[in-house]
């Protein structure tokens, strides 16, 4: 593998993340005979090898297959379809499948590929991680759909309970209505949107890592299966025509959840500081953040925070200088569709400021010791956030999870939570009960490198995972090693937040529906695992590990209840503990 991925790298131009691959990999066979987790290191160096993989495919795929396509159905070539279409198909490694395509497989990659195929059973047995892995541990009994994306359907209804086998399943997707067990061999985080969604929703929810076996799923369409979660194995067996999970799978999917939330209306005030949130002005993101100030060890630290309360977007749609924009949305509204809602959010992002808010904004962030981006192209960078959090509310992954839960969508109200951006080396989300197993004595968490994003949205690639004890939290236990191959940074400044009341609703999982946005763009960064002290460092990760437990248990301590919390470590090794939520 390492003599391969060498040949790779030399034969390929732009080849940092190759690179990258390659030293992860031969700091892995450094370890074998010396380290007992070498196994472990060594299956997340191959997921991240075999994403570059991936990722190198669809550049050809991108670049050649349109020439191909055009130049194989014009002329006198007589091209067969079916070699057209294979020409630069996309190969996805990712999902363990070896190249065969016509370009990549003159290339080293499919070798490499067909390599990793091979050792990829060897390091699973030798890491004791068997074929499964079971986000969402429901049993579950429906008919078998089999689709390449998840995101390509999460807008369908399937009429009878589903169980969906999706080749990609990036993290952010809505699960559809009907489904009731999700399979892939995608790698989403436990602790990513659709994760919590689905055991929100109670869908099962597993990743297989077995290609024969997943082609046995792929071969059941049509038919009527029973999928049991046992710890991490999974059983999925045919329901027996006359079984009572059979005629379950033949009645119609269960009701969708009828919940309410009350619209909340503008108190008067374009911005308050975090003394003055309050259940009528701001969600419970904000709050949450305030009610820990003064109630947590001293070297737990929390971001300074000022809002725009709920009913600040109304009240600006009707100062007069937006009356065209609010006659357009108003005229929106009643029809609005997942087809026209890309509209809508144009039109919200369009308002302009009332010279009212600009002003009450900047009092308050500046009491709040929180720079004012008052220069022009600042102010505008922060109002374009600003109102993108807005327009959010319009997210075709927020309309269709409102309309499954049965929310009225146009009482939704959303406030922005407006923090400090912390300078982030390490950013990690904790379920302090955990989601897996439900174990409500031992925490869950993922770290990434840099702000969060990598591990709640659309980044590929496993976070380093960890649990451990209440009782013994400074003795952590690592799960699994990171394969994302880049770290989210950004300079000093601002972050804007979605804070709506369609979050944080008992027994409702409305994360991550809507959009925060930071004001200075975000910077992709390869990340070198190979000299991070994190993955390389036993006595760093022990106590970075260890010290995020321990804070996550003292704020589920201040709650009295578990909790999901999102935080980071900055450069200088101090812990910021940005937000946090019931655990659902």
Known sequence: ???????????????????????????????????????????????????????????YNQRLQ?????????????????????????????????????VVRGTLAAPL???????????????????????????????????????????????????LIAGRVVGEEEIPEGVVALITMDMPDVLSHVSVRARNEQVCFAT?????????????????????????????????????????????PAAPLDLSITRREFGGAYA????????????????????????????????????????????????PINAVVKSNLDGLVPYLTVDNL??????????????????????VMTAA???????????????????????????????????????????????????QVVPAEYAFVVHTTNPSTGNDQEIYAEVVKGLG???VGNYPGRALSFSALKSDVYNPKVLGFPSKNVGLYVPDSLIFRSDSNGEDLEGYAGAGLYDSITLEAQKEVLVDYSTDPIVQDPVFQRDILGRIAAASLAIENVYGSPQDIEGCITRDGKLYVVQTRPQV
């Not at 049991?228 to 329901?239: F, I, K, L, M, Y």
């Not at 927020?398 to 839960?405: G, P």
Request: with cysteine; glycine share 6%.
């Open 1 to 59: 593998v390492g003599l391969a991925l060498e040949g790779v790298c030399l034969s390929t131009s732009g080849n940092e993340e190759e690179v990258m691959c390659l030293k992860e990999w031969q700091a892995v066979l450094k370890m074998m005979g010396n380290d007992p987790g070498w196994a472990l290191r060594a299956k997340a160096g191959m997921d991240r090898i075999r994403l570059s993989l991936a990722s190198s495919s669809d550049r």
């Open 272 to 319: 308050v500081g975090a003394s003055s949130f309050t259940e009528e002005n701001v969600g419970a993101k904000s709050r949450n953040v305030a009610e820990l100030v003064g109630r947590l060890p001293e070297d737990i630290y929390l971001p300074t925070c000022t809002a725009l309360p709920f009913g600040t977007f109304e009240a600006v749609l009707d100062d």
């Open 369 to 419: 010791g929180q720079p004012w981006p008052g220069q022009r192209e600042a102010w505008m960078k922060a109002w374009t956030a600003i109102t993108g959090v807005w327009a959010s509310k319009w997210n075709e992954r927020a309309f269709i999870s409102c309309r499954k839960a049965g929310i009225n969508h146009t009482d939704l109200c959303m406030a922005v939570l407006c923090q």
């Open 208 to 252: 297989c890592f077995d290609q024969s076996l997943m082609e046995q799923l792929r071969a059941m369409q049509g038919q009527c299966v029973e999928v049991s979660p046992n710890g991490q194995d999974v059983r999925v067996t045919e329901a027996a025509a006359s079984s009572s999970a059979a005629a379950a799978a033949s009645e119609a």
């Open 342 to 363: 890309a509209i809508a959010r144009a039109v919200a992002k369009s308002v302009q400021p009332p010279r009212a808010l600009m002003k009450e904004l900047q009092q």
């Open 453 to 455: 994003e990598t591990l």
């Open 113 to 163: 590929s067909m390599m990793l195929n091979r050792l990829d059973p060897v390091l699973r047995e030798a890491a004791d991680l068997g074929s499964w892995q079971v986000i969402s541990p429901t049993t579950a009994v429906g008919h078998v759909e089999v689709v390449d994306e998840l995101a390509t359907v999460q807008n369908d209804r399937y009429p009878r309970p589903t169980v």
């Open 66 to 102: 349109p020439t191909a396509q055009s130049l194989g159905t014009k002329g006198n070539l007589n091209v067969p379809g079916d070699a057209i279409a294979i020409f630069t198909e996309e190969a996805r490694p990712h999902l363990n499948r070896a190249p065969s395509l016509s």
